[in-house]
Structures are given as structure tokens and as C-alpha cells.
T-cell receptor
Framework: DAGVTQSPTHLIKTRGQQVTLRCSPKSGHDTVSWYQQALGQGPQFIFQ???????QRGNFPDRFSGHQFPNYSSELNVNALLLGDSALYLCASSSWGAVHNTEAFFGQGTRLTVV | AQKVTQAQTEISVVEKEDVTLDCVYETRDTTYYLFWYKQPPSGELVFLIRRNSFDEQNEISGRYSWNFQKSTSSFNFTITASQVVDSAVYFCALLNQAGTALIFGKGTTLSVSS
């Protein structure tokens, strides 16, 4: 049973560019959350998707947007990249309505470097 | 506001030593959920434990144990007889009020040398 898979593993972009990160949730999970982890910091919640809709959003600007597909996979898009967007981006999958009873499973992340 | 504080940034121990990682949380909720995750160099967050606020029993899993004290808002994690494979960053987290997102502390980097 494949866990949460993210692609790509590493990415280097230039300031001002746009980037798309991808996530496939664990089999049986229908909810995907995205987190940003800056170097030396804990992960920070960006947003969560369920039934192809953004259900909750953290304190991130509109440059950060996402999408969820009918097969529950998800994309994170970041526009107009800034140097400060350099971070590890983690995807977590879970079952909607079962958060309190089911731990979230995390992928290995995408390391984004903005130069 | 909800917040998690891990005051220890880095801890270094020698194999077989016991080590405790501290976690202090803030929340106004009467029902809440606390977690510990391990992050090895590969980057993936590995779930270790989830604790409900209404269950104050301490928990032991092999060499790992957790001490939950509501009176001091602490949820500390102890590794007994540490091993080199325990070297990682450990995060304490609190589930937000909506139950949709984890609020993480800044993490504690544990280095275990042989």
C-alpha cells in the first residue's frame, strides 16, 4: 500500500517564477493538507482540500493556491516566487471527519529552492 | 490562541542515555488533541502518538514514553536507552480548534552518538 507520494523531490526556481507541486494521498484517504516548513522551523499549515474544495486556509497570501482532483490527488501552486518561499513543502493525507481518530500521514516533501 | 512551545532547540546524548523532550502547549479548548512526530533526515514526518485531553494516563511504547500533565500544560516525551537511530528532529503538535490542521512547535533536534 503506497503511502503519501509527492513530486518532485527537489526543485530550483528563480524569483518571480511560478511552481506546481503534486501530492497523491494514501489509499483510502480523501483529504489533503499542505504545510510549509522553513529551515529550522516547524511545519506551518497552508490549506486543506476535501471534495475538491479548499476547506480551511492558514495565514498565507493568495500567491499560494491549490487544487484537488476527483481521484483525491492535489496540487499546490505558488505564483511570483520570493526568496522566502524556499522551504520544504509537506503534503499530509487523512480521512475527512476522522481527524480526531486517525493520524495524518505525511509525504517526504518537496524541497523548493528559490534563487 | 493556540500555541506549542518546544524550548529545547538541540539535545546531544550518548547512546543508552535517557532523554526527555519538553513540550508546552496553550489552548482555551477543554477538549483538544496533542501529537508527537519524528522527522528523520529524509524529511517525512512520522507519527508517534496522539493524546486526547480527557485521557491523562501516561503511555509507554517500547523505549518511548509520554507524560501528559494538564495542570502544567505539558506533554513531554522520554526516550529510554537512546540509540543512534533515534537521531532526528522531534515535533510536538496541537490540533487546531476546527480539527483540520496541526499547530507545530519549532522542534527539538536530537543527536545520539555512539
Amino acid at each position: 500500500d503506497a503511502g503519501v507520494t509527492q513530486s518532485p523531490t527537489h526543485l530550483i526556481k528563480t524569483r518571480g517564477q511560478q511552481v506546481t507541486l503534486r501530492c497523491s494521498p494514501k489509499s483510502g484517504h480523501d483529504t489533503v493538507s499542505w504545510y510549509q516548513q522553513a529551515l529550522g522551523q516547524g511545519p506551518q499549515f497552508i490549506f486543506q482540500y476535501y471534495e475538491e474544495e479548499e476547506r480551511q486556509r492558514g495565514n498565507f497570501p493568495d500567491r499560494f493556491s491549490g487544487h484537488q482532483f476527483p481521484n483525491y490527488s492535489s496540487e499546490l501552486n505558488v505564483n511570483a516566487l520570493l526568496l522566502g518561499d524556499s522551504a520544504l513543502y509537506l503534503c499530509a493525507s487523512s480521512s475527512w471527519g476522522a481527524v480526531h481518530n486517525t493520524e495524518a500521514f505525511f509525504g517526504q516533501g518537496t524541497r523548493l529552492t528559490v534563487v | 490562541a493556540q500555541k506549542v512551545t518546544q524550548a529545547q532547540t538541540e539535545i546531544s546524548v550518548v547512546e543508552k542515555e535517557d532523554v526527555t523532550l519538553d513540550c508546552v502547549y496553550e489552548t482555551r479548548d477543554t477538549t483538544y488533541y496533542l501529537f508527537w512526530y519524528k522527522q528523520p533526515p529524509s524529511g517525512e514526518l512520522v507519527f508517534l502518538i496522539r493524546r486526547n485531553s480527557f485521557d491523562e494516563q501516561n503511555e509507554i511504547s517500547g523505549r518511548y514514553s509520554w507524560n501528559f500533565q494538564k495542570s502544567t500544560s505539558s506533554f513531554n516525551f522520554t526516550i529510554t536507552a537512546s540509540q543512534v537511530v533515534d537521531s532526528a528532529v522531534y515535533f510536538c503538535a496541537l490540533l487546531n480548534q476546527a480539527g483540520t490542521a496541526l499547530i507545530f512547535g519549532k522542534g527539538t533536534t536530537l543527536s545520539v552518538s555512539s
